[in-house]
């Protein structure tokens, strides 16, 4: 089953340009964690927000989570060419929550994020 | 340093024949992930080990599907009697510990023809 829903499921912007991309959960998580995919190449981890957690920045990344509303967002300033990709969110919902169960990440189906040059 | 690293990277086999994937997961990952990504797609969990003990399978699709650690490093997924819909990119990821950030190998491409 789907835990994640990223939105928009497209987007595309000028270079220079900020871009925000939103990811709905339903289920209480651990942690929640975005990826970056070129072209149906490798996953590369970009953050990982713990729930406790409410912001974090890496670089030009910022990922933001709001608990009470099961939503996380991330933004990209100062997009770059090389920043068009496919942005997955993933939730690890954790054995404390999961009854010992799965801790592998549920994924969503992915921002395909296009920077014009 | 190294990566997590899969192989092969690509794979092609006949309807009905069997198959084994491996993952060699980061030095001094603890667990290790199995997922299976379609096109298109978000990877889709499978199977994970914490050392070589296999914590849940619940997302293996059926009982062709096998995967062990048995020295807790190397993992094999083992997919029995293959079929079309099989065909997929099958991921693997590993972390130093449940609950840290997951790594992910390069994938190997199964075509079943």
């Known amino acids: 089953s789907q835990q994640g829903e990223e939105d928009p499921q497209a987007l595309s912007i000028q270079e220079g340009e900020n871009a925000t991309m939103n990811c709905s959960y339903k289920t209480s998580i651990n942690n929640l964690q975005w990826y970056r995919q070129n072209s149906g190449r490798g996953l590369v981890h970009l953050i990982l927000?713990?729930?406790?957690?409410r912001e974090k920045h890496s670089g030009r990344l910022r990922v933001t989570l709001d608990t009470s509303k099961k939503s996380s967002s991330l933004l990209i300033t100062a997009s770059r060419a090389a920043d068009t990709a496919s942005y997955f969110c993933a939730t690890d919902v954790g054995s404390m929550y999961s009854g010992g169960g799965a801790d592998g990440l549920t994924f969503g189906k992915g921002t395909h994020l296009i920077i014009q040059p | 340093g190294a990566g997590v690293s899969q192989s092969p990277r690509y794979k092609v086999t006949k309807r009905g024949q069997d198959v084994a994937l491996r993952c060699d997961p980061i030095s001094g990952h603890v667990s290790l992930y199995w997922y299976r990504q379609a096109l298109g797609q978000g990877p889709e969990f499978l199977t994970y080990?914490?050392?070589?003990?296999?914590?849940?399978k619940s997302g293996l699709p059926n009982d062709r599907f096998s995967a062990e650690r048995p020295e807790g490093s190397i993992s094999t997924l083992t997919i029995q009697r293959t079929e079309q819909r099989d065909s997929a990119m099958y991921r693997c990821a590993s972390s130093l510990d449940m609950g840290y950030e997951q790594y992910f190998g390069p994938g190997t491409r199964l075509t079943v023809t």
């Open positions: 080990f914490n050392y070589e003990a296999q914590q849940d």
């Open positions: 927000i713990r729930s406790n957690e």
